[in-house]
């Protein structure tokens, strides 16, 4: 059901879309930033080495350069920082330690002449040995990545293993003993990277006795601490303006270059804006790959007898919030299902490579690929439909899947159900082709607090401010709309304001599909206090009791029945001073100590992802001919932003499947940086049919029973392809991604040990 | 970008001259599709850049002239792609120019430009190798004929001599008309740089012409005059065999990120038998009309 | 060695005259000296198409197009697209309508890649508008919508006055 003013239920137009069509839209580097230097980074053509000079001479000699900026020239020892721990310097100190990471930072008149400065920085320096997979990070004698120093009396420090997680109940090694049919299996997951089409950039200026600063950044607030700590001003003198970023996904939450350029403008007194090429930001964001180990247990009948899950994630030279990616997305590793025995075991592995960081799904889809992937090869192995088995073992609305935390909260069988039919599931397949399902889970938030004002001006029209970071996903439309519909105003009468800390109040940050629940309600709230103020008005105008004034959609009804509008109310109300009314709203959820994620999950995101494929056996191609992808989202306040999300992540989820990857050399360098050797799905790579459906049970914690969503559709993509691929060719194929020659080789060792077994059957024959 | 002066010759004579004088200090401008990626990474600093599109003799067009197909240098993929008498004459390079990357680069990269960068994996070489291309030249030394199989000599290496350019590209419209084909490999179906890029052309005469580029230094040409490959009748076995020796030159780079040694080598004898059957079935129809 | 050239070049119909050097690149020339900051810089290999433009007609990158080769051509960059007294286009209403934008980082690409497509392809097939957009990457994945988009333009004349929604003043913040 469509809200016709507003639109909840319907798909109004985004709002700030007009901006995107005339290219209106401001992004950080469109900014007109009067007087603004020019910076770029000097970096090192290799992984780990020991810095043992700068000559910053010729460069600062060039027309036009006023910086050349090292760790040297900042306060010392030099500053760290870091959402989990401080680790990283803002400029490398002593050594670099992953290919990519910053020396020195150039500032000049141009970005010409700063280009031409920044390759005329000479750094002295000594390659030093390495770490860039696991087994390299876990060797004996393995370099370690953190200076020690940093790691405190943390008992691995000794070790390139930042942290480990465990997660379980039950008795896995019992229930293995019962179980009918226990199997293990390996798969990896690979660095891929987020690829937003705007490159990360941001600037910095001195702002009076403060600073500005200006990001691409998508957690607002919290780049504002962490620039007053390095600098030691106070919050109120951090102004952090936060342009809608061109694209995010996970990859523009934490701070990474502004710090440096804060110290520079702070220095030069002048505003400097830096602003990553394409490359650059392939080096400064990835998500973390990952080896896991699964063992599962099953009874006969299909039912899960255990899970026994060890996941090493191979994260970057910084802990960025890697270690929380893995701590959050290997904690409900286990699925969706009903598991009376569960171990989890997941490690944060430090290497010499690319800081990783938030990725959409948070650490979900890497286990998520294992354990699908293995629940698929026991089915078969039982002789149970893929399908029928993970319905057998699905938890229900209610059923604490994973005990004394968060329970099921939503009817999931309903949208696998869906997802099941829309692909013909059990229908004759064609030749060559193969169909795949997989269920994928992700915590929501687990802690929050947003916070948001409203404000009812005088003609009915309304400003919100919410501190989320639109990227595309269309929070400014939600929150639009919600104040629309509690306010009674023409959606095109709100403004949202977003993207400034000193305007804006507080938001925890925009990621884990918060924002609709979280911030959302802290609008709703906002507009429940600005609703009872007009109750209080329409009380005092009409001597009633304010008590029996209700308002509802924006209509102010009487005890008596009548309806008056709300700008029938205000008006009269303010009376001939004028003024607006004013709603703070607060949206929070406490940490509970004690809990393994610092907080129960506020809701699900639950998917179910079906496809069918299509396999070229002499080239290895994979063809998806059909993709569902169907997300339990308890309320879709705008359908058309919902389909978008979903259709979008889905499509993101084909990238790492089918054809992304980094590429290292032996020496820990990146071979394919930028566009030309690292490919994403264009327009031509889309499945030749892609369907996304909603499951609406008005059962979210969210306005209107919204949960969050815009995760789910990417959780298990790599799955349930993986599933299609191999029963198209009838071989288990264990990594990612599925390229085609991957694909080919795995079609050619199996016809080979194939051509092996009958050789040898005919041997043995023979020798009979 | 290192700065660079920008010469813009009006006369076929001017461009020669500054590139005789200049040298390897000059480099040519065309699409640019190529040459501002090398300009803006560094990889080639030249004093001067010549854009060439203004020279009439280069002039973008298509026209037949004694029995040949003359392509002007700065012809556009896109223009050549959509081309009737292309299409219909050398199909296998209508099909290369349309997929040399997006509708943007198609409608900047020349076919001059293409060859002249000499890249093993350039799309346009196996076509034009199957059709037996003249690459006309203009130097110092006035106007010479190079046939593109003498024209490579391995990646980023010409037989062109200081001062030269390409100012056409020829195809002989031969008597017995060549029913082309070109296949491809690549990582996604979008746009992509090619791990083999393959062209088979077959004629009445019963012999096959097979040209294939990105796996080895340059990209090569042989030809079939057993006739096997053409021949309804003969196994598959028989054709394998054929196609071994075709491919016998393919040396595939260890260390490309694109694909590895082994698959290239297999997938040149998927792309070749289906090239073939294609071209086959192209000979066919045009009987039946 | 840094001489400077000037160039004259029609921009969205109004004749500009720029100094330009050599070795910038239209995209520059337009985002940084004509304040055109609509056309997007993103991959600079032209592989993303965020700097798609026309240039006398045809959809380049230009970030692979020096700025002197632009002398005496015609470009049209996203501010192009909508009329002059600010009026939508039927693409950039369609765009909207159909939710064919996202973050909006590659819609100016999108959509002039998309004018030059219809201006070839007035009713494009599915396959048609594919290739033709296959050079303009959206990492929030919008191309289906994208292609609802075209599709529902595909056809519609653009007569002179038909226009669509007005075009306000500023972005949003």
Redo the contacts between chains.
């Keep these: 059901m469509t809200e016709p003013m507003t639109g909840i239920g319907g798909s109004p137009a985004r709002v700030g879309g007009l901006g995107r069509v005339t290219g209106a839209q401001l992004y950080l580097a469109d900014l007109l930033l009067a007087g603004a230097l020019h910076a770029r980074l000097v970096t090192l053509d290799c992984a780990r080495a020991r810095i043992i000079s700068v000559d910053a001479g010729e460069a600062l000699r060039l027309p036009g350069v006023h910086l050349v900026m090292t760790a040297d020239d900042l306060p010392q020892p030099v500053p760290r920082f870091g959402p989990q721990n401080a680790d990283r310097p803002v400029l490398a100190s002593g050594e670099t330690k992953y290919h990519g990471e910053p020396v020195a930072l150039v500032v000049a008149d141009t970005r010409e002449q700063a280009e031409a400065a920044a390759r005329a920085v000479r750094v002295e320096h000594e390659e030093l040995p390495a770490v860039f997979t696991v087994a390299q990070a876990l060797a004996p004698d393995a370099p370690l990545v953190q200076d020690q120093a940093l790691r405190g009396s943390d008992p691995r420090a000794g070790t390139n293993v930042l942290a480990e997680h465990r997660v379980g109940w039950g008795d896995p090694d019992l229930a293995a003993a019962g179980a009918d049919l226990v199997i293990e299996r390996r798969h990896t997951f690979p660095m891929v990277t987020h690829f937003a089409i705007e490159t990360h950039a941001c600037a910095a200026a001195p702002d009076g006795d403060g600073v500005a600063v200006w990001s691409t950044i998508q957690h607002p607030n919290w780049l504002q601490r962490i620039i007053a700590g390095l600098t030691g001003m106070p919050l109120s003198k951090v102004r952090v303006y936060a342009p809608d970023p061109g694209g995010g996904f996970g990859g523009k939450q934490h701070t990474k270059y502004e710090p440096a350029v804060v110290f520079a403008a702070l220095r030069l007194g002048r505003p400097v804006r830096l602003v990553l090429t394409l490359e650059e930001t392939f080096q400064a964001v990835r998500r973390a790959s990952c080896e896991a180990r699964v063992r599962t247990g099953f009874h006969a009948d299909g039912r899960i007898a255990f899970q026994d899950i060890e996941a090493d994630y191979l994260i970057g030279a910084y802990t960025d919030i890697a270690d929380r990616v893995v701590g959050k997305g290997s904690y409900p590793a286990a699925g969706p299902y009903n598991v009376p025995a569960v171990r989890i075991v997941a490690r944060s592995v430090l290497s010499h490579t690319v800081p990783s960081t938030a990725f959409r799904g948070f650490g979900n889809p890497q286990v998520n690929w294992a354990v699908e992937s293995t629940l698929d090869e026991g089915a078969d192995a039982l002789g149970i439909d893929r399908l029928e088995i993970r319905l057998r073992n699905l938890a229900k609305r209610g059923d604490a899947f994973i005990p004394f935390d968060t329970p099921c909260d939503g009817d999931w069988e309903q949208t696998v159900r869906i997802a099941a039919e829309r692909i013909g599931w059990g229908t004759p397949l064609a030749e060559g082709r193969g169909r795949g399902i997989a269920l994928g889970i992700k915590s929501g938030p687990t802690t929050g607090l947003s916070y948001s004002i409203v404000r009812l001006l005088a003609d009915g029209s309304v400003v919100v401010y919410a501190g989320t970071s639109d990227m595309g996903q269309g929070a400014r439309t939600v929150f639009a709309q919600i104040a629309a519909q509690e306010l009674g105003a023409p959606l095109d009468w709100v403004t949202v304001v977003m993207g400034d800390t000193a305007i804006v109040p507080y938001d925890q940050q925009t990621s884990a599909s918060r924002s609709t629940v979280l911030m959302g309600n802290a609008v709703l709230l906002a507009c429940r206090q600005i609703q009872d103020r007009l109750r209080a008005m329409a009380a005092r105008l009409h001597d009633v009791d304010e008590a029996a004034v209700t308002v509802d959609r924006g209509l102010v009804r009487l005890p008596d029945g009548r309806e008056l509008t709300v700008l029938e109310v205000l008006k009269p109300g303010l009376g001939k001073l004028g003024g607006e009314l004013t709603g703070l709203g607060e949206s929070r959820k406490d940490a509970e100590p004690g809990h393994p994620l610092g907080g129960a999950p506020a809701f699900f995101e639950f998917n179910c992802t079906a496809v069918e494929a299509e396999v070229d056996r002499e080239t290895g191609d994979v063809t998806i001919v059909r993709h569902v992808t169907v997300s339990d989202v308890g309320k879709a306040l705008n359908r058309l932003q919902v389909r978008m999300q979903d259709e979008g992540a889905a499509i993101q989820g084909l990238g790492h499947t089918l054809m992304e990857q980094y590429i290292y050399d032996d020496r820990g360098r990146v071979r394919n940086l930028g566009a030309i050797d690292y490919r994403i799905p264009t327009s031509m790579d889309l499945p030749l049919e892609l369907v996304s459906e909603m499951v609406e049970n008005g059962d979210g914690p969210g306005p209107y029973g919204s949960k969050g969503m815009s995760e789910g559709a990417l959780l298990c993509v790599a799955s349930a392809v993986g599933g299609a691929v191999r029963e198209a060719i009838g071989v288990p194929i264990r990594d990612l991604p599925l390229t085609p020659e991957r694909v080919w080789r795995a079609i050619q060792e199996a016809a080979a040990q194939d051509d092996n077994t009958a050789a040898g059957e005919r041997g043995e024959e023979t020798q009979r | 970008m290192h700065p660079f002066t920008y010469a813009r010759p009006a006369s076929l004579a001017e461009a020669v001259a500054l590139l005789a004088e200049r040298g390897p200090d000059a480099r040519i401008l065309a699409g640019g599709t190529d040459l501002v990626i090398r300009l803006r990474d560094g990889t080639v600093a030249p004093g001067v850049v010549v854009d060439v599109k203004r020279i009439p003799e280069l002039a973008p067009g298509i026209r037949v002239e004694d029995g040949r197909l003359v392509i002007g240098a700065t012809t556009v993929m896109t223009d050549i792609a959509a081309h009737p008498v292309i299409r219909h004459h050398a199909a296998a390079l209508a099909e290369a120019a349309a997929v040399v990357g997006s509708v943007q680069i198609r409608n900047r990269a020349t076919l001059a430009g293409n060859l002249c960068n000499a890249s093993p994996a350039a799309d346009t070489a196996p076509a034009l190798l199957v059709h037996g291309a003249v690459l006309v030249v203009a130097g110092p030394g006035g106007m010479r004929r190079i046939d593109l199989d003498d024209f490579f000599v391995r990646s980023g290496v010409t037989t062109l001599a200081r001062g030269e350019l390409v100012t056409a590209v020829e195809l002989p419209i031969p008597a017995e008309r060549i029913a082309s084909a070109h296949e491809r490999r690549t990582r996604r179906r979008g746009h992509d740089l090619a791990s083999v890029t393959l062209a088979c052309g077959v004629d009445r005469s019963g012999v096959t012409r097979i040209g294939y580029g990105s796996v080895g230094p340059r990209p090569l040409l042989r030809l079939d005059e057993s006739r096997t490959l053409a021949d309804a009748g003969a196994s598959a076995d028989a054709r394998a065999a054929i196609f071994e020796t075709i491919f016998a030159d393919a040396s595939p780079s260890p260390r490309s990120m694109r694909a590895g040694p082994e698959y290239r080598l297999a997938m040149l004898r998927v792309l070749g038998r289906r090239a073939l059957a294609t071209s086959i079935a192209r000979l066919e129809a045009e009987g039946v009309a | 060695?840094?001489?400077v050239?000037p160039i004259e070049v029609t921009v969205n119909g109004r004749r500009r005259t720029v100094s330009v050097?050599?070795?910038?690149?239209l995209l520059e020339v337009l985002?940084d000296d004509l304040?055109?900051?609509?056309?997007?810089?993103?991959?600079?290999?032209?592989?993303?198409?965020?700097c798609?433009v026309l240039m006398d007609g045809?959809?380049?990158?230009a970030?692979?197009?020096?700025a002197?080769?632009a002398d005496g051509t015609g470009i049209l960059?996203?501010?192009g697209?909508?009329r002059p007294d600010g009026m939508?286009s039927p693409l950039?209403a369609a765009?909207?309508?159909k939710?064919a934008?996202?973050?909006?980082?590659?819609?100016?690409g999108q959509?002039v890649?998309a004018h030059?497509?219809l201006g070839e392809h007035p009713h494009p097939t599915r396959v048609e508008?594919?290739?033709?957009?296959?050079?303009?990457?959206?990492?929030?994945?919008?191309?289906?919508?994208?292609?609802e988009a075209v599709e529902a333009v595909a056809g519609t004349a653009e007569a002179p006055g038909g226009a669509v929604a007005p075009?306000?003043a500023?972005?949003?913040?």
């Design positions: 060695m840094t001489d050239l050097a050599p070795h910038h690149t985002r304040a055109l900051t609509g056309t997007k810089e993103c991959c600079l290999v032209g592989e993303c198409g965020a798609t045809r959809a380049v990158d970030c692979l197009v020096l002197v080769e960059t996203v501010e697209l909508a939508l950039q765009f909207l309508e939710g934008v996202q973050c909006g980082f590659c819609t100016p959509l890649a030059a497509l508008i594919e290739d033709g957009l296959a050079g303009n990457l959206c990492r929030c994945g919008c191309y289906q919508q994208i292609f075009a306000t500023e972005a949003d913040r």
